[in-house]
């Protein structure tokens, strides 16, 4: 079977390699590899639309069950890939098998940092990454008086939201000074701050988490390192995730913040690829290698990674992008901004109505651009963040001059 062009990680971006394939013309054997026992699904619902019980389980499938069969793709689920070995083109599995390839694609994904403090192991400490995790915590919802969050990142903020929808008290708990402060900065964190305050969660910033507390096995509560102590039926973590690059280091790839690739997602091996949240990859149009934890990057990263391993001139070079639900606010990123990476935020919109758009500037060229609840504009954002030219920062900030005038 060394044909066989392989993907490990049955995900979005595994899902949508392998589609991606079939429909250039690839008519070799594909074998899609992943070690839940649910087909490939999309993430985003597990802390929006399936966490609140508005999307029924099959809608986040990314296709039909007989899909995988009509296209000839051997999806293998509930199989854990426990080794790579580049120099055989081969990978072993957990039963001590091994599967030839001719080209290996990575998308391990990423895995939720674990907390690290006394009681962490107790029942009732919940992450979300898998679809199993969304159950438990909306399952927690139904019977949890009272929830602790740990983390004001992007999956604290939706659970907290969903768990408020759910009627639960809340209480989010963040070593920074504002939520989402690294991703946004402060002038933009504040929004999410007085959103989640409006819906009565009870933020506490600058706080140290100490020990879960409880008894016989189960938490109880959230000791901080002041001394205070929060009560809770149930601790939500998000304090971020990290790449699954363990299968890359074993095959002796480049690994730096995940799996170091071209903007062809090649890794330092010319027949191992890889995509979604394990690749850090050259992105042209922003001249570096980032690494992007989100769903879009899932969906279309995946599809240049399968052309290029079909020998096409394939690069990687949309705008990175992602999107938030949480309570009556919705909005859409597009852009790339490191912590500390740009000297202004230009605002367009009504802030305090939280109807606005808001641009991240750096050297007078703008960097990213958030739409809050103000729609079909992100495609005119994303044309502006491209363009990478100077900008007038009165024109920008006027409602009246159209974002084309920009692009």
Sequence with gaps: M????????????????AETLREEGFDGPIVLIGDEDERPYERPPLSKDYLLGKAE????????????????VDLR????????????????????????????LLTTGSSPRRLAVPGADSGGVL??????????????????????????GWIGLETAAAARSAGVEVTVLETAELPLLRVLGREVAKVFADLHREHGVDLRFGVQVA????????????????????????????????PNTGLAEAAGLEVSNGVVTDAGLRSSDPDIYAAGDVANAYHPVLGRHIRVEHWANALHQPQAAARAMLGQDAAYDLVPYFYTDQYDLGMEYAGYVEPGGYDQVVFRGDVARREFIAFW???????????????????????IVR?????????????????????
């Design 2 to 17: 060394n044909a066989a062009y392989m993907i490990t990680g049955a995900s979005l971006a595994g899902a949508k390699a």
């Design 57 to 72: 389980r099959e809608a986040i499938y990314v296709h039909p069950p007989a899909w995988y069969a009509e296209h000839d």
């Design 77 to 104: 689920l509930g199989t854990l890939v426990t080794g790579v070995d580049a120099a055989a083109h081969e990978v072993t599995l957990a039963d001590g098998s091994r599967i030839g390839y001719a080209k290996l």
């Design 127 to 152: 992450y979300l990454r898998r679809v199993a995790d969304s159950d438990r915590i909306r399952a927690a919802f139904q019977t949890a008086s009272r929830v602790a969050v740990i983390g004001a």
């Design 211 to 242: 020990e879960i507390t409880g008894s016989g096995g189960e938490a109880d509560g959230v000791r901080l390192a002041d001394g205070s102590h929060v009560p809770a039926d149930a601790i939500i973590v998000g304090i971020g995730i990290t």
């Design 361 to 383: 500037l750096g050297g007078g060229r703008v960097l990213a651009g958030m739409n809050v609840n103000i729609w079909d504009v992100n495609e005119a954002i994303q044309a």
């Design 387 to 407: 363009g990478g030219r100077a900008v007038d920062v009165g024109q920008l900030a006027d409602p009246n001059v159209p974002l084309e005038a920009f692009g």
